[in-house]
């Protein structure tokens, strides 16, 4: 089915260690946006990318690095998880100036 | 600075009863404007989208939104509230060029009262 995936729907691990969330579309929607959901924060952006190999930051990218070598997948890492990062992790995909369309979240705890 | 605000945190109402969750945002020029819905544990629903052309827009579920230029608003209505509708509400604003990046609101939590 067409859609947006997110991988893992869970994930708990401890501080200091990396861990990689997974996103794949299959719209081919050129942006791709990854957000963090935090209470009294509502969304914020950590990165988007406009296509393949076009990545910027959003407004909270401190601690994450982004990928995307393919239009369908755009993969959000820790590089060294603290527990400042303990959220819900949302991502989402568009056509430019169209309605973004979100996966279903990550929830990810960090120890 | 592009802010959007959702002035309300909770909103309680007793099912059957009208809604109006309120939107306010700070953008330099008529933005798209959303409204999103989510249930507990999951992602984001599209409710209703602002481009352009009439400013009340339909959306799904039943729900009514106004762009008033004026007040710089896009307030989301109900006439009449399903326990099904308790839920959060977000209100966006999305970039018209560029990077088409969104700026959500902090969201509104919606009790239903049967």
């Known amino acids: 089915d067409a859609g947006i995936t997110q991988s893992p729907r869970y994930k708990i691990t401890e501080t200091g260690r990396q861990v990689t969330l997974m996103c794949h579309q299959t719209?081919?929607?050129?942006?791709m946006f990854w957000y963090r959901q935090d209470l009294g924060h509502g969304l914020r952006l950590i990165y988007y990318?406009?296509?393949?190999?076009?990545?910027d930051k959003g407004e909270v990218p401190d601690g994450y690095v982004v990928s995307r070598s393919k239009t369908e997948n755009f993969p959000l890492t820790l590089e060294s998880a603290t527990r400042s990062q303990t959220s819900v992790y949302f991502c989402?995909?568009?056509?430019?100036?169209?309605?973004?369309?979100f996966g279903d979240g990550t929830r990810l705890s960090i120890l | 600075a592009q802010s959007v605000t959702q002035p309300d945190i909770h909103i309680t109402v007793s099912e059957g009863a009208s809604l109006e969750l309120r939107c306010n945002y700070s953008y330099g020029a008529t933005p798209y404007l959303f409204w999103y819905v989510q249930s507990p544990g999951q992602g984001l629903q599209l409710l209703l989208k602002y481009f352009s052309g009439d400013t009340l827009v339909q959306g799904i579920k039943g729900f009514e939104a106004e762009f008033k230029r004026s007040q710089s608003s896009f307030n989301l209505r109900k006439p009449s509230v399903h326990w099904s509708d308790a839920a959060e509400y977000f209100c966006a604003v999305g970039e018209t060029s560029g990077t088409y990046k969104y700026i959500f609101g902090t969201g509104t939590r919606l009790k239903v009262l049967a």
């Open positions: 990318s406009a296509a393949a190999d076009i990545t």
């Open positions: 719209w081919s929607h050129s942006y």
């Open positions: 989402a995909s568009s056509e430019p100036g169209r309605p973004q369309h």
